[in-house]
């Protein structure tokens, strides 16, 4: 079993950063992979950005060059720094990880990008 708890969403203006936060039960070191998805209403879940134990990164086009996501193994985290918001990046965000052939999702994060 996996928990994850993700925190630090929000309502931010467009062209505003945003940083959140990924708690997971376990050392993430040996979960191999963690991301972040997102998913608005009528939508299927879209992928955002993974991050694997060795460091190496994946983002969606839509994100790259404005999302960063990054981990802490000291404490069981898995970041994605936000910046340069967009309307379109309005979602909830889940943070998602697959162990021992079974995926994992948190709860979900809002975020609004609005005026």
């Known amino acids: 079993q996996v928990q994850l708890v993700e925190s630090g969403g929000g309502l931010v203006q467009p062209g505003g950063s945003l940083r959140l936060s990924c708690a997971a039960s376990k050392n993430i070191f040996i979960l191999n992979r963690m991301g972040w998805f997102r998913q608005t209403p009528g939508k299927a879940r879209e992928l955002v950005a993974t991050?694997?134990?060795?460091?190496?990164?994946n983002y969606a086009d839509s994100v790259k060059g404005r999302f960063t996501i990054s981990s802490d193994n000291a404490k069981n985290t898995v970041n994605l720094q936000m910046n340069s918001l967009k309307p379109e990046d309005t979602a909830v965000y889940y943070c998602?990880?697959?162990?021992?052939?079974?995926?994992?999702w948190g709860q979900g994060t809002q975020v609004i990008v609005s005026s």
């Open positions: 991050i694997t134990s060795a460091g190496d990164t």
């Open positions: 998602h990880t697959f162990y021992q052939g079974r995926t994992y």
